[in-house]
């Protein structure tokens, strides 16, 4: 079993409407989880991160993180095709940037 | 300010040859961090340096590969001799001094394909 599970994709959604991506994690030490962005041929790049369970909002994006269920998520409103790229879901164990990694999600936005 | 950057940005050699990538960090991050993401499998992490340190190496998969990170700046990442499993992207992210959390500032990359 992966330690931290995504689904590759890709997922496609219209402009303007939410987009809703998902990312399980198997140890229960990580304490941390991040989103990365990635495009194609780029580095990846920090969008959310999540400490505490519930809901953290910036801008259009929401992170949400439920430790019970060991299940994260990022919501992106308003959808753009300027978000077309890869997420990359990641825990940590808080005090160290030594990341596991899911295999990323890839998100196509349609005009 | 210029971000984290990698060199070469793609390397093409045989199988037994030598490759060294290196890693300019951010001016004045402490932490340098080393990951690659071998192809159809996620990004993994190889090792983390707090300035000239290895505070970290449990992920360096055997002793063919060697970093170092001379004086606390940039670092190097040799692979000898380079085996075809070794192909993939090596990635390098640094932050902040007193930063050990997840948020780090990655480069574009170093993309190894090994004949």
């Known amino acids: 079993q992966k330690e931290v599970e995504q689904n590759s994709g890709p997922l496609s959604v219209p402009e303007g409407a939410i987009a809703s991506l998902n990312c399980t994690y198997s140890?229960?030490?990580?304490?941390?989880f991040f989103w990365y962005r990635q495009y194609s041929g780029k580095s990846p790049e920090l969008i959310m991160f999540?400490?505490?369970?519930g809901d953290k909002e910036d801008g259009r994006f929401t992170a949400q993180l439920n430790k019970a269920s060991q299940y994260v998520s990022l919501l992106i409103r308003d959808s753009q095709p300027s978000d077309s790229a890869t997420y990359l879901c990641?825990?940590?164990?808080?005090?160290?940037?030594?990341?596991?990694f899911g295999q990323g999600t890839t998100l196509q936005v349609k005009p | 300010e210029a971000g984290v950057t990698q060199f070469p940005s793609h390397s093409v050699i045989e199988k037994g040859q030598t490759v060294t990538l290196r890693c300019d960090p951010i001016?004045?991050?402490?932490?340098l961090y080393w990951y690659r993401r071998v192809m159809g499998k996620e990004i993994k992490f190889l090792l983390h340096?707090?300035?000239?340190?290895?505070?970290?190496e449990s992920g360096m998969p055997n002793n063919r590969f060697l970093a170092e990170r001379t004086g606390g700046t940039y670092s190097t990442l040799k692979v000898q001799p380079a085996e075809l499993e070794d192909s993939g992207v090596y990635f390098c992210?640094?932050?902040?001094?007193?930063?050990?959390?997840?948020?780090?500032?990655f480069g574009e990359g170093s993309r190894l394909t090994v004949l």
């Open positions: 992210a640094s932050s902040p001094p007193g930063s050990y959390t997840g948020e780090l500032f």
């Open positions: 140890d229960r030490g990580s304490q941390s």
């Open positions: 999540i400490y505490s369970n």
């Open positions: 990641a825990g940590g164990a808080g005090n160290t940037g030594k990341l596991i």
């Open positions: 001016s004045g991050h402490d932490n």
């Open positions: 340096f707090v300035k000239e340190s290895k505070q970290d």
